[in-house]
């Protein structure tokens, strides 16, 4: 991990997607994240993909590097004993990213009780506190009727990338780090309430497609796999590798034009139909149905390895189709030889490549990413060191089952 | 916009989302966005969907509230001016925003030779400097082929939202936020280099996608709308609208079975099976092909309107798969009665819903959010408050044609 945010804390009680990548984003960056946990994990401690031995790959994925501390919950004790944890006192603390309900034992006007500068970043489903998914705000916002082929009619096609998660999760990292600042300089805390419904419909507004059936009235047609307003699709090579090509600025497209001799081609349609192709990627997309055939003609008589060799050192914005076993396979993808993996031995006893921050940062080392906690694993330290808490104080908590160590939470 | 980061300067030279939506944040979040164009406009300003008048609704969603600045940055004196502008001095400014290519006179080497401490968010096609898009690092890591119905065999699904860009831009906050932060301590500044191919294959690392397909050696297949590893699909309702479903905690489940009136068709299933379907939400996923029938033939003799008064309360995660026109019409999602959206009044000459910043923020207004900017409209006002230049010296660059204000960028 960056030592760029060392010493900063981050207490985190969610779970799934959004909230806890919030949190690794914190701990890729130099952050200490303790994540709290029920006694015998949370709703997603056991979500698929998991190993032969229970564990979850997806969950050890969103947790690497954190600490963890087991507590009942169920009990006034455990309950009082996170409230403690979140609001505990230090200028770089008092930092909690959940996605448990804005009512409740952990709503941010009972924490500020204990401590009243306290920054909550809060991932909902819905603003009204209704319940949702990165699935259904996906759906409700229109994509899956604006993906994939014109021939599935109205049959929705549901995204397998959650990308609201990735981007609420995201952007509560964001904003958390935004409410810190000011905090520095006011004293000032706040409770951030980030929807995925909110994130979903704002970036809709932001790509200008609330804008655009605004002033149509219209919603956009599926198109397949063509780039809308661009060009760009999927071609098919001699040797029946599939390839994406997309030419969206004018040297795009001019040596896409070239490395396939499609000059005269291109010059013969522009002529027909008296516009200049170069100029204006708009164009490229209404005339598509002319430009796609003769560029998948061209496609069609070369293997990919010969056009590997044309587009090398070119504009030509392309790539191949790969199933992620493939990706993975690939040294200039997801291997040893990318600094952004490292092989790590992993809770559900595999070692795998794995990465750290998605960012390369000048002067700082990106380092190897720490593998998922087991549950409880460091319940005693953090007690010890974030509460002060004495060994017999612990002790007496393990005791009474308000928390548990790694041996109390393996049951897998 | 939040006041959250008054008086911080972010400078951009950037096209297309990912940078400009990484600005965009920081101007909703209160920051000083200042946007440098080539007079005439970046490859991106006149990027689908488009109005009668020419403005793209595309461009003015990504760089509402920015301050516009037109430089000629083919000559060396537009370069230098750009070159001034990033590196102007300050302890809140020195942040840059771009997609500007690594080496050339925006590289982050050049430029800290007129201000040590700059910080630079640089997002890239692939690291090594090669060209790519969301959609071509989208087809590289496999997404394409898990997405959408079975029937398509090996055939591609490209995506329609650009997600990568998505993340990139919000990535790139959160780590310039750290950077300042860091800074703010060391006085050390960085450039970091945020690759949209490491965002991608980062993310399918943290969702564990890695580590299944290191384990198995196998690609998880494609399940059309079947969530993976729990339950949830689409359904039809009796009046024919399309739903989604999903149950992935227990409680969703129960409430789920309960309001259909399911318990005793579920409970036959557990029986023949010996499974608890409630507990393993895996086990919902293995059997789907025995509970989306009992599931759909259910929803199918229950109308929307019925099932909203059923569900409503409940535990039940679903909503209707909307259209984006429907959503835009709806009043508890994109209207003027939610708090994320006001009317305002665009270049393109029209006035529709705008979103401002995703997040609600206890303590803090959200404001209305502002129209992009003219082209140029803020070259003088920002070359004389950040570069502190005196009229005549503006005047000079406007004659030389170094700079230009709105009259002359407004060649639409």
Chains 1, 2 share one sequence.
Not at 28 to 52: H, K, L, S, T
Not at 157 to 163: E, Q, T
Not at 382 to 403: F, K, N, Q, R
């Amino acid at each position: 991990m960056y030592k760029l945010l060392h010493g900063l804390r981050i207490i985190e009680a969610a779970s799934f997607i959004a909230a806890p990548s919030c949190a690794l984003h914190f701990q890729q960056f130099g952050a200490d994240v303790i994540r709290c946990d029920p006694i015998g994990g949370g709703p997603d401690f056991r979500r698929w993909p998991r190993a032969a031995n229970g564990h979850s790959f997806y969950w050890e994925g969103l947790n690497k590097g954190k600490k963890s501390v087991a507590i009942n919950l169920t009990t006034p004790a455990g309950k009082a004993l996170l409230q403690r944890l979140v609001t505990a006192p230090g200028p770089d603390a008092g930092l909690f990213v959940t996605n448990f309900p804005a009512e409740g034992f952990l709503s941010h006007d009972r924490l500020i009780q204990h401590r009243a500068d306290l920054i909550t970043a809060r991932v909902m489903g819905w603003a009204s506190g209704a319940t949702a998914l990165d699935y259904t705000v996906n759906s409700a916002v229109g994509i899956p009727q604006m993906t994939g082929p014109a021939s599935l009619g109205d049959e929705p096609v549901n995204h397998v990338l959650p990308a609201w998660d990735i981007a609420a999760g995201l952007y509560a990292a964001f904003a958390l780090l935004a409410a810190d600042r000011a905090r520095r300089q006011t004293g000032q805390g706040t409770e951030i309430r980030l929807p995925l419904g909110d994130v979903a419909m704002a970036f809709m507004g932001h790509l200008g497609q609330i804008g655009e059936v605004s002033e149509t009235g219209k919603d956009r047609p599926r198109y397949g796999n063509d780039l809308f307003g661009s060009f760009g699709r999927d071609f098919r090579t001699r040797d029946g590798r599939r390839i994406i090509v997309i030419a969206l600025t004018g040297h795009q497209w001019k040596d896409l034009v070239d490395t396939l001799s499609l000059n005269e081609a291109v010059a013969a349609i522009e002529t027909e139909l008296c516009v200049d192709l170069s100029s204006d990627e708009g164009l490229r997309f209404c005339h598509r149905d002319r430009l796609n055939p003769i560029v998948a003609d061209a496609i069609g008589r070369i293997s990919l390895d010969e056009l590997k060799v044309r587009f090398e050192g070119t504009k030509v914005c392309w790539g191949p189709y790969n199933t992620l076993s493939e990706a993975v396979g690939d040294p200039d993808l997801i291997s040893e030889r990318n600094p952004l993996f490292s092989a790590v031995d992993h809770l559900t006893d595999t070692r795998y490549l794995t990465p750290g921050a998605a960012a390369s940062l000048g002067g700082f080392e990106r380092g190897t990413p720490g593998r998922a906690p087991v549950l409880g694993e460091h319940t005693e330290e953090v007690l010890a060191d974030v509460l002060g808490m004495a060994s017999c104080e612990i002790a007496a908590l393990h005791d009474a089952g308000t928390v548990a160590g790694p041996a109390g939470s393996k049951a897998l």
